[in-house]
């Protein structure tokens, strides 16, 4: 992950809840819509449908009936979140603010 990707404490309890086993079933989507605006490039559509391109992949997520997100939608995350290299251990004692302005 690059020093101009650093996330604050809030993004880095959603990667954690991510990635944590087995599945979390309280990760709410708007903490990950939040994660995914720091990290990657998104797009709303029409219907709730969010297009989500990180690294060199393009994944499409559809907005949560609820609140919270399903399994499949975490582990597509953790597959997207692991290839572009940003884990609960790559963001360990990141801070947004230790972040180099430019």
């Excluded at 499949?72 to 180099?100: F, H, K, Y």
Aim: charged share 25%; proline share 4%.
């Amino acid at each position: 992950m690059s020093q101009n990707t650093a996330l604050d404490a809030h993004h880095r309890a959603t990667v954690e809840k991510i990635f944590n086993h087995p599945v979390s079933h309280n990760i709410q989507w708007h903490d990950v819509l939040s994660l995914l605006q720091r990290v990657a490039t998104v797009s709303e559509g029409t219907d709730g449908r969010y297009t989500v391109t990180l690294g060199s992949e393009t994944e499409t997520f559809d907005s949560p009936r609820h609140h919270d997100i399903d399994e499949q939608q975490v582990v597509d995350l953790r597959r997207m979140l692991r290839g572009a290299g940003i884990t609960p251990t790559s963001t360990a004692g990141l801070d947004a603010e230790d972040s180099p302005s430019t």
